[in-house]
């Protein structure tokens, strides 16, 4: 098929379709019917079994309009890593919903001695016939209090080294043995919470990956993430929209009075080549994934990301001045300041902290040798607690 | 041509300029050159036009080039940029060449363009990074024509150049002027460069005689805006090689029992360089493609690039040294000529705090 002939063809869809004030569930419903959900998977699964570049062409005839929906083969990273590693009954009943946004999820990684070094996870989970039973402690996890499934990593077996005995679970969140704890974040608001598992359970055909390897279905999870990170931040308190990341610190230092200060003009400039610069690297790393080439720009995206929140942040706070020392909605200059510098903090320590992402580049991208690890090669249950 | 995809000849371009400058602009030739009074090898330059018709490559067929685009230019830029080339290419293409087509002067580039395209000409125009362009030089009609009285104190490769376009302040504003190696009165001191890969010469004008071109201030600021590009383009390819020699190192050079790079300090440095040098990258050819596409914020676009790709190569070049230790401070180890080409070409044609401002104004701010 042509970009053309597409493009004819979703716009057509569109115009015929198309209507902001169609409640979005019945939306997305029509969008998955159609295909254009995730317009890169095969037509068995929801989609339309088409290139990345022309999945672009849906998106952005998509973008014109303003209407949500598509783009999801990038962007859903729970229906994504559901289609590559689920079984097909687990597959056909779920996905649809993820896709449609009729089920919320959450993800069970982190935990209290395992944060960075995510290998060592602690929560086991114990076969029992056609199940699994879960038991043990995960935190910082976002959305956990209205999630029906997490994506869940656990150790299934001690006595091997620690990347080698983790399994990966779809894990129904809707029982009794979870208890969900909010935890009150930086940006006065509660998203992440503390999830205690006691003698949960989750069936085996909700296992994503062989037992005892479910650090490699972690990896494309957390790539999905990643480059999800990298793509996209929140706009702004209450909102929970994402930036376009466009002008808006422009049109603050004129309401603010500052837009003739060098100092000011400079670093406008600055934050605008940083804001710029990311959408051309993830272009051209688009263009080389496409072109079948690796692409060492793809990995950059998280870190870059974090950088330019954290320079709009400053400068953000720059223009707001005194008025930065005050929150609320009276005050809601300095409000914003406040929240996009703390918020930053989401890109930068979620989903593999910034030192972290560093030494990921440093090591598969340029292929700089691995710091020494005391623990890789030894039995779990050996390994030194913290 | 959506930007970023890549053409086979592209591929194609891109790997005979490299084997070519590894061939004929190895560190040692570099070395050598940068001794010398002239400061490029003649023979070098001719077979870069006879073997791989670089100087014409953005030259219209009819006038003996290839009629390419800017993104091939960006292509080459960024592997001169790699090897440090010393030749007068960024004079004679970014600069001379541009303003030639940039001024529509169909006489003056029917006389100047082939023997630019065939490697005979060298070619430079009076631009310096201190001041605006025409600040120096005055222009004067006298019944013999128009003589040309200044001073240009930056003038890249002005030693050599055997055309000198000139822009010059007239009582009708700025205009262009041709003048030619031998005219009367064209004084030139050759400068010690900072970096002596690229040579400056300050010119100096005694009623000198010069040749009226079509096109003003704007065919200049057209033209200045291309050089921005293709100067980016060198610096992305700066970049990157530097980047390579840092890495390179960092997986060698062992102390206390490891190879460098497998401490975090270094390790970490290396990673925000990538990101450094690939944006740099990203943001040059971007820009190219959009000059090939004559996009209506090529301006804007060529400011930002002026001085992210500047401040981009400056941090790349400038950590390649921290990362070599001792062996990086000494003059035979190459990390400092990266630095001095880095300082140097982020100053050319407007330093970057320079075109920060100039972004934002060309965006409306
Ligand atoms: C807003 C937010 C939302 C989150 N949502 C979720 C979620 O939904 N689900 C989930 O599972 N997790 C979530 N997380 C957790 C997040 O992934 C972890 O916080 C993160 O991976 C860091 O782990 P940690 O907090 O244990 O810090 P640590 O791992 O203890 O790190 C502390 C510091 O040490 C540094 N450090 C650690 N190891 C190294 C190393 N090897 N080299 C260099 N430096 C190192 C870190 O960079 C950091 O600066 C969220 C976190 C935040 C902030």
Not at chain 1, 101 to 115: K, N, R, T
Not at chain 2, 124 to 147: H, I
Not at chain 2, 209 to 225: F, I, N, Q, S
Request: with cysteine; charged share 25%.
């Amino acid at each position: 098929m042509s970009a053309t002939d597409l493009r004819n063809e979703v716009s057509a869809w569109l115009a015929a379709e198309w209507d902001p004030a169609r409640p979005t569930k019945e939306w997305l419903a029509a969008v998955v019917e159609a295909g254009w959900a995730a317009p890169r998977w095969p037509r068995e699964w929801f989609g339309r079994g088409l290139s990345d570049e022309l999945g672009h062409v849906v998106e952005e005839e998509f973008r014109n309009v303003g209407a949500p929906g598509t783009g999801q083969d990038r962007h859903n990273l729970y229906a994504a890593t559901v289609l590559t590693f689920g079984g097909d009954e687990l597959k056909r009943r779920l996905i649809g919903p993820m896709l449609r946004d009729e089920v919320s999820m959450c993800l069970l990684y982190s935990e209290p001695d395992a944060g960075s070094d995510l290998a060592a996870v602690r929560t086991r989970a114990d076969r029992d016939g056609d199940r699994w039973i879960v038991n043990g402690q995960k935190v910082w996890t976002s959305s956990a209090a209205t999630a029906d499934y997490g994506m869940l990593v656990a150790r299934t077996n001690w006595d091997v080294p620690k990347h080698r005995g983790i399994t990966f679970f779809l894990f129904p969140m809707k029982q009794a043995g979870v208890e969900v704890r909010p935890l009150h974040q930086i940006t006065d608001e509660a998203h992440f919470n503390e999830v205690f598992l006691t003698d949960a359970a989750v069936p085996d055909a909700h296992r994503l990956g062989d037992v005892d390897r479910g650090w490699g279905v972690l990896q494309t999870a957390l790539a999905y993430e990643r480059s999800v990170m990298g793509d996209r931040a929140r706009a702004g308190r209450g909102t929970t929209g994402m930036a376009e990341m466009g002008d808006e610190l422009v049109a603050l230092a004129r309401e603010t009075g500052r837009i003739d200060d060098p100092v000011v003009r400079q670093d406008l400039a600055r934050v605008a080549a940083l804001r710029l610069g990311n959408g051309w690297n993830n272009q051209r790393a688009k263009a080389e994934v496409e072109q079948g080439s690796s692409s060492s720009v793809m990995s950059l995206g998280k870190l870059a990301m974090s950088r330019l929140l954290h320079e709009s942040a400053r400068v953000r706070t720059s223009l707001a001045g005194a008025r930065a020392m005050l929150e609320g909605p009276d005050e809601p200059v300095g409000d914003e300041a406040n929240f996009l510098a703390f918020n930053a903090y989401f890109t930068s320590i979620g989903g593999g902290t910034d030192q972290i992402q560093r030494t990921i580049i440093g090591e598969r991208i340029l292929g700089l040798p691995k710091e020494p690890e005391v623990d890789r090669d030894l039995p779990f249950s050996e390994v030194r607690r913290g | 041509m959506p930007a970023f995809a890549v053409t086979p000849e592209q591929q194609d371009l891109r790997a005979s300029v490299r084997r070519f400058l590894a061939d004929r602009s190895p560190e040692a030739e570099v070395r050598r050159l940068s001794d010398t009074e002239q400061g490029f090898d003649p023979d070098v330059w001719k077979r870069m036009a006879g073997q791989l018709g670089l100087q014409g490559l953005g030259i219209p067929e009819e006038f003996g080039g290839a009629g390419a685009g800017h993104v091939e230019l960006g292509i080459v830029l960024e592997e001169m940029g790699r090897a440090l080339l010393c030749a007068p290419f960024l004079s004679t293409v970014g600069l001379a060449a541009n303003l030639l087509l940039t001024s529509g002067d169909r006489a003056a580039q029917a006389r100047y363009l082939p023997g630019i395209a065939e490697g005979g000409t060298v070619a430079t125009v009076a631009v310096s990074a201190a001041g605006l362009p025409g600040a120096g030089v005055v222009a004067r009609r006298t019944d013999d024509g128009w003589r040309l009285t200044g001073t240009e104190p930056y003038v890249l490769d002005g030693h050599v150049a055997d055309l000198v376009l000139v822009p010059a302040r007239t009582t009708a504003g700025v205009a262009l002027f041709a003048v030619e190696r031998e005219a009367s009165g064209l004084g030139r001191t050759l400068l010690t460069t900072a970096d002596r890969t690229r040579r400056q010469a300050r010119l100096t004008f005694t009623d000198t005689p010069g040749a009226p071109l079509d096109g003003g201030l704007p065919a200049v600021e057209r033209m200045l805006d291309l050089a921005a590009i293709a100067l980016a383009s060198e610096q992305a390819g700066g970049a990157a090689r530097a980047l390579e020699m840092s890495v390179g190192y960092a997986k060698t050079r062992v102390q206390f029992g490891r190879a460098i790079g497998s401490f975090q300090a270094v390790k970490h440095l290396c990673a925000d360089l990538l990101l450094e040098s690939e944006s740099a990258t990203s943001a040059a050819r971007y820009a190219a493609s959009a000059a090939d596409e004559d996009a209506p914020d090529l301006p804007a676009l060529a400011s930002l690039v002026r001085f992210s790709c500047s401040d981009s190569f400056v941090k790349v070049a400038a950590d390649t040294i921290q990362i070599h230790g001792g062996i990086g401070f000494t003059w035979e180890h190459p990390a400092h000529l990266y630095l001095r080409r880095a300082r140097t070409s982020a100053l050319l044609l407007g330093d970057p705090a320079f075109h920060r401002e100039r972004y934002l104004r060309r965006t409306g701010v």
